[in-house]
């Protein structure tokens, strides 16, 4: 369970985001609310990370204290080449948008499109008119149409 203060502690799961601008965004705030929501003991932790800079720091998440990292579109095709393993999803679209961390192997995934497919598929998506504006792939997986 995350403590109340806040604060990290030798069992707190610790995420990072890395993107060039992730100070910016607001997915840390929000990660970081629903997991104290739902009293998990992890963190979401934004890395500003230069595009000269990305290789080195994926690889050396090998042997840091972090859990896993999501990777932020403009770096997910070439956080896959320095993966140890993937899924079959990544596999399959040469890229990933989150990696684990287990036993000092980077372990690629692709957590958006599952994660939308889920979403998709329960009571609670009422209108598919915002999110099949939002990206051509979730439009492809729910309809079916293929546009070029």
């Given at each position: 369970m995350?403590n109340d203060?806040?604060?990290?502690t030798?069992e707190?799961?610790?995420y990072g985001y890395?993107?060039?601008?992730a100070h910016?965004?607001?997915?840390?705030?929000?990660?970081?609310?629903?997991?104290k929501?739902n009293?998990v003991n992890?963190?979401?932790i934004?890395m500003n990370?230069r595009?000269?800079?990305?290789t080195?720091t994926?690889?050396?998440m090998r042997d840091?204290?972090?859990?896993g990292?999501?990777i932020?579109?403009?770096?997910?095709?070439e956080?896959?080449?320095?993966?140890d393993?993937?899924?079959d999803?990544a596999q399959?679209?040469?890229?990933?948008?989150?990696i684990?961390?287990?036993?000092?192997k980077?372990?690629?995934?692709?957590?958006?499109?599952?994660?939308l497919?889920?979403?998709?598929?329960?009571?609670?998506?009422?209108?598919?008119i915002a999110?099949?504006s939002?990206?051509?792939?979730?439009y492809?997986l729910?309809?079916g149409?293929y546009?070029?």
């Amino acid at each position: 369970m995350m403590n109340d203060d806040n604060s990290i502690t030798v069992e707190t799961a610790l995420y990072g985001y890395i993107a060039e601008e992730a100070h910016s965004s607001r997915f840390c705030a929000i990660v970081n609310k629903l997991f104290k929501g739902n009293n998990v003991n992890a963190m979401a932790i934004p890395m500003n990370i230069r595009p000269d800079d990305v290789t080195f720091t994926i690889s050396q998440m090998r042997d840091s204290k972090l859990s896993g990292a999501v990777i932020a579109m403009e770096y997910q095709e070439e956080a896959f080449g320095l993966l140890d393993n993937a899924s079959d999803m990544a596999q399959g679209a040469g890229y990933c948008d989150f990696i684990r961390i287990v036993d000092g192997k980077l372990i690629g995934e692709l957590i958006m499109p599952a994660a939308l497919e889920k979403f998709a598929q329960s009571d609670a998506f009422e209108d598919d008119i915002a999110l099949n504006s939002m990206t051509h792939y979730f439009y492809e997986l729910i309809t079916g149409e293929y546009n070029e």
